[in-house]
């Protein structure tokens, strides 16, 4: 009994996160003043330079090469990759992300591809893509096996998976799950945005990947640039309504480093 809780008689390990607040009927992505904006601020700065790095070092040219990227929501890593010169394509399971996704590439000048559904079941033929990227999802997805089989089958051999993803730690637990959500001090998350079962470890990831025909080349930590104290302090400054998500964004910036406890991002190869 003790691995079912009294909120739902679903198993834990069966529950999944809460993906409704990506309906929202307004623009949550490219607006600064909303949290998913940070993943423009805070996260796609570590991210985006090392998926660069990594492409470029490709020994073929990433110039209109085709990427899908799954779970893309507004489009703010999509569009990132568009800038590196690829052909995207985006899909995701909110119809009112990809609405948001499709306005702003429109209004910027960008050409994307986008496409509402979900990464259990992805509407392309085998070996579509040059590369698939799928960042900030695996761990709020239904089925990561079924999501990372997909993502192989619409790999070209050779191709590239990029990803990053939440490690399941203490750390993990306590920031994402505790202060970002259930500690309504500091909380600027839903309850149940994320759960702690769903984080992955980078060992798993790698196991998963190699059952999916998919070799993990690296991985590297996206590490927080703040110390615990300082972040508790901006975050109330949000909660007690002296800030909005644009104040954080500037100070909450990840980095790429060598620790994995929060968060990680990496690569792996079509075999
Ligand atoms: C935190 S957002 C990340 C958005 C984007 N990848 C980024 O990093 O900027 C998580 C996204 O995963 C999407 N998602 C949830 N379940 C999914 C599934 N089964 N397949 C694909 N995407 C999913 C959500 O709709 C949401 O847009």
Redesign the pocket.
Same mark, same amino acid.
Not at 69 to 74: I, K, L, Q
Not at 134 to 137: K, L
Not at 140 to 143: A, F, G, R
């Given at each position: 009994m003790s691995q079912f809780t009294t909120s739902s008689l679903r198993p834990v390990s069966e529950q999944v996160?809460d993906?409704t607040v990506?309906d929202a009927d307004h623009d949550i992505w490219w607006n600064p003043d909303e949290l998913?904006f940070m993943?423009k601020t805070s996260?796609?700065p570590a991210r985006v330079s090392y998926f660069e790095r990594v492409v470029r070092a490709q020994p073929s040219n990433v110039l209109n090469r085709t990427i899908l990227?799954? *779970?893309? *929501?507004?489009g703010?890593?999509a569009e990132a990759f568009a800038g590196m010169g690829m052909n995207v394509t985006g899909? !995701?399971? #909110?119809a009112s992300?990809i609405e948001t996704g499709r306005r702003h590439a429109h209004e910027a000048g960008i050409a994307i591809d986008y496409y509402v559904g #979900? *990464?259990?079941r992805l509407p392309f033929a085998d070996a579509s893509f040059d590369y698939v990227s799928?960042? !900030?999802?695996l761990e709020?997805?239904? !089925?990561i096996d079924a999501?990372l089989a997909e993502i192989s089958r619409v790999l070209k051999p050779g191709g590239l998976f990029l990803y990053?993803t939440v490690n399941r730690t203490w750390l993990s637990w306590l920031f994402l799950i505790k202060i970002a959500q259930d500690w309504k001090r500091w909380a600027f998350m839903k309850p149940n945005q994320h759960l702690y079962h769903r984080f992955i470890k980078p060992r798993e990831l790698r196991a998963k990947l190699i059952l999916n025909g998919l070799t993990n080349r690296n991985t590297r930590g996206m590490v927080a640039n703040y110390n615990i104290l300082k972040t508790l302090y901006w975050l109330r400054k949000r909660t007690a309504g002296q800030w909005t998500f644009r104040q954080l964004s500037t100070r909450m910036v990840m980095r790429e480093g060598r620790d994995t406890s929060l968060c990680y991002m990496g690569w792996a190869t079509k075999d």
């Open positions: 996160t993906n990506y998913f993943l996260v796609n990227d799954v *779970g893309c *929501g507004g703010i890593l899909i !995701d399971p #909110s992300a #979900s *990464g259990e799928c960042c !900030d999802v709020h997805v239904q !089925d999501v990053d």
